[in-house]
């Protein structure tokens, strides 16, 4: 029984692992992002030839209701013909010019109309690039050094944010990359997530040092984490009293939870905001925003310097706008969370079904499934859950034609491409993967 249905699998996926130890030869773990590898199930990756709507397909010509979504982009779903007629239009008046555009104009002015708290925006490449520029921003405009970030956020993979919290204490920031200076890691002081007493812990301890606070409004990189009750609102009101920044690196939140992101949601107004993801409607483009006293000392006007040369590139601003446009129509956070919700109930009800525990943590369109009889809160409570149950509900999954995040520790992305019926199909293949592992 079980070998012959490894030996399913694999010919399912035949020439996806070809491609793979080919890919292996010539890029370092055959990736060019490391979660693609799906070392977090055990597995190979699945090669993709195509998309379309809710639906990836591979090169083993097998079709997956998607829930990565290139890690959140594609919220208006793949292919979208509005996106790429505005891409091939772009495309033809040619695809690079380093020199401004009217259409850069006309995407700050469609982020600021969307978020309260933007003033002015820069328009970047990547989400690692938002938020490094905005605590450089931080730093040239508070002359403070000190970071705070809260442990199992994660914020792009420039050096001064690719540090986690070892013990969970305020002052044992280690650098959790190799190459990372100590010296730079340093300057990035960790704490718990949906911890308060942490975060004053730490402003006290750093008084006078600080130049923001960097969080995830809500967290998303371990899993789906939503913010305690007053979480969010006494970190501004700590802020505020110390003159220390409120960043918030809304690179997923932000167009997903709202079309004024999680600042909307929760009605926090904040210094700073990273953009990315959505903002590309799947090209690269970042973004960040802010009080426009704090944007203007970015170069030229002042003494903060940041550049790209593809910044602000036409294509990525065209199927930018197109996406946003789209995000603008009514109903559509009514029909993302709509189709959330009936995911979420009908996991919890396949799960208990099944007699599996699972806690689900959702906002809006993202929703994690933990295998865990307890609330997850912080990161580690997501490093408690049942790792080796959810490798093997995501294989169960994926032989069921439903792509997840391969990973315990991502979210699944709900767009607006999901029809009823995929999430009834995924619901169906949930009930039959969690039996499986059960
Ligand atoms: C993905 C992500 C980033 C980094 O964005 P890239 O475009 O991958 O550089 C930063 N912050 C958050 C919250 C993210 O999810």
Same mark, same amino acid.
């Given at each position: 029984?079980?070998?012959?249905?490894?030996?399913?699998?694999?010919?399912?996926?035949? !020439?996806?692992?070809?491609?793979?130890?080919?890919?292996?030869?010539?890029?370092?773990?055959?990736?060019?992002?490391?979660?693609?590898?799906?070392?977090?199930?055990?597995? *190979?990756?699945?090669?993709? =030839?195509?998309?379309?709507?809710?639906?990836?397909?591979?090169?083993?010509?097998?079709?997956? @209701?998607?829930?990565?979504?290139?890690?959140?982009?594609?919220?208006?779903?793949?292919?979208?013909?509005?996106?790429?007629?505005?891409?091939?239009?772009?495309?033809?008046?040619?695809?690079?010019?380093?020199?401004?555009?009217?259409?850069?104009?006309?995407?700050?002015?469609?982020?600021?109309?969307?978020?309260?708290?933007?003033?002015?925006?820069?328009?970047?490449?990547?989400?690692?690039?938002?938020?490094?520029?905005?605590?450089?921003?931080?730093? *040239?405009?508070?002359?403070?050094?000190?970071?705070?970030?809260?442990?199992?956020?994660?914020?792009?993979?420039?050096? $001064?944010?690719?540090?986690?919290?070892?013990?969970?204490?305020?002052?044992?920031?280690?650098?959790?990359?190799?190459?990372?200076?100590?010296?730079?890691?340093?300057?990035?002081?960790?704490?718990?997530? +949906?911890?308060?007493?942490?975060?004053?812990?730490?402003?006290?301890?750093?008084?006078? +040092?600080?130049?923001?606070?960097?969080?995830?409004?809500?967290?998303? +990189?371990?899993?789906?984490?939503?913010? @305690?009750?007053?979480?969010?609102?006494?970190?501004?009101?700590?802020?505020?009293?110390?003159?220390?920044?409120?960043?918030?690196?809304?690179?997923?939140?932000?167009?997903?939870? =709202?079309?004024?992101?999680?600042?909307?949601?929760?009605?926090?107004?904040?210094?700073?905001?990273?953009?990315?993801? @959505? @903002?590309?409607?799947?090209?690269?483009?970042?973004?960040?925003?802010?009080?426009?006293?704090?944007?203007?000392?970015?170069?030229?006007?002042?003494?903060?310097?940041?550049?790209?040369?593809? $910044?602000? +590139?036409?294509?990525?601003?065209?199927?930018?706008?197109?996406?946003?446009?789209?995000?603008?129509?009514?109903?559509?956070?009514?029909?993302? !969370?709509? $189709?959330?919700?009936?995911?979420?109930?009908?996991?919890? !009800?396949?799960?208990?079904?099944?007699?599996?525990?699972?806690?689900?943590?959702?906002?809006?369109?993202?929703?994690?499934?933990?295998?865990?009889?307890?609330?997850?809160?912080?990161?580690?409570?997501?490093?408690?859950?049942?790792?080796?149950?959810?490798?093997?509900?995501?294989?169960?999954?994926?032989?069921?034609?439903?792509?997840?995040?391969? $990973?315990?520790?991502?979210?699944?992305?709900?767009?607006?491409?999901?029809?009823?019926?995929?999430?009834?199909?995924?619901? !169906?293949?949930?009930?039959?993967?969690?039996?499986?592992?059960?």
């Amino acid at each position: 029984m079980i070998a012959s249905g490894m030996k399913e699998k694999l010919n399912k996926h035949q !020439e996806s692992a070809r491609a793979f130890a080919e890919a292996c030869r010539v890029l370092p773990g055959g990736v060019n992002s490391p979660v693609r590898a799906f070392d977090g199930v055990d597995a *190979g990756p699945v090669f993709v =030839a195509s998309a379309k709507g809710s639906k990836i397909f591979d090169i083993d010509g097998n079709e997956y @209701i998607d829930y990565v979504g290139s890690w959140g982009p594609m919220i208006v779903g793949h292919a979208h013909p509005s996106v790429i007629a505005a891409v091939e239009a772009a495309a033809r008046k040619g695809t690079s010019f380093g020199a401004p555009t009217l259409a850069e104009t006309a995407l700050a002015q469609k982020i600021i109309d969307a978020f309260d708290s933007i003033e002015k925006v820069r328009l970047l490449s990547s989400g690692t690039e938002a938020v490094m520029t905005a605590i450089r921003l931080a730093r *040239g405009y508070t002359k403070k050094d000190i970071i705070i970030k809260m442990a199992g956020c994660y914020h792009g993979h420039s050096d $001064s944010l690719l540090v986690a919290a070892g013990s969970g204490l305020a002052e044992s920031a280690i650098a959790s990359s190799a190459g990372v200076p100590d010296a730079i890691a340093k300057l990035t002081v960790v704490v718990p997530y +949906n911890d308060i007493e942490a975060v004053k812990a730490a402003l006290a301890k750093h008084k006078g +040092n600080i130049a923001a606070v960097l969080v995830e409004p809500v967290g998303a +990189n371990m899993g789906v984490v939503p913010p @305690i009750n007053g979480y969010l609102q006494t970190i501004r009101r700590l802020c505020t009293a110390d003159g220390v920044l409120l960043i918030f690196d809304e690179v997923i939140t932000g167009f997903r939870l =709202a079309f004024g992101g999680a600042q909307e949601l929760f009605g926090i107004n904040v210094d700073l905001t990273c953009l990315g993801k @959505i @903002i590309g409607g799947g090209l690269p483009v970042g973004a960040v925003g802010g009080r426009a006293d704090i944007m203007d000392i970015l170069a030229p006007t002042g003494p903060v310097y940041q550049a790209g040369t593809l $910044s602000g +590139n036409p294509i990525a601003t065209a199927a930018a706008s197109a996406t946003l446009d789209i995000l603008a129509e009514k109903g559509c956070y009514e029909k993302l !969370e709509s $189709s959330s919700a009936k995911l979420e109930a009908g996991l919890a !009800e396949a799960a208990k079904d099944a007699g599996i525990a699972v806690t689900i943590n959702r906002v809006g369109s993202i929703q994690s499934c933990f295998f865990t009889d307890r609330p997850v809160r912080t990161f580690a409570d997501v490093q408690s859950t049942d790792i080796q149950r959810f490798k093997k509900f995501f294989a169960g999954m994926l032989g069921r034609g439903i792509y997840l995040a391969p $990973s315990a520790f991502e979210a699944m992305f709900v767009s607006l491409a999901h029809s009823t019926d995929d999430i009834e199909r995924t619901i !169906e293949a949930a009930g039959a993967s969690f039996r499986e592992i059960g």
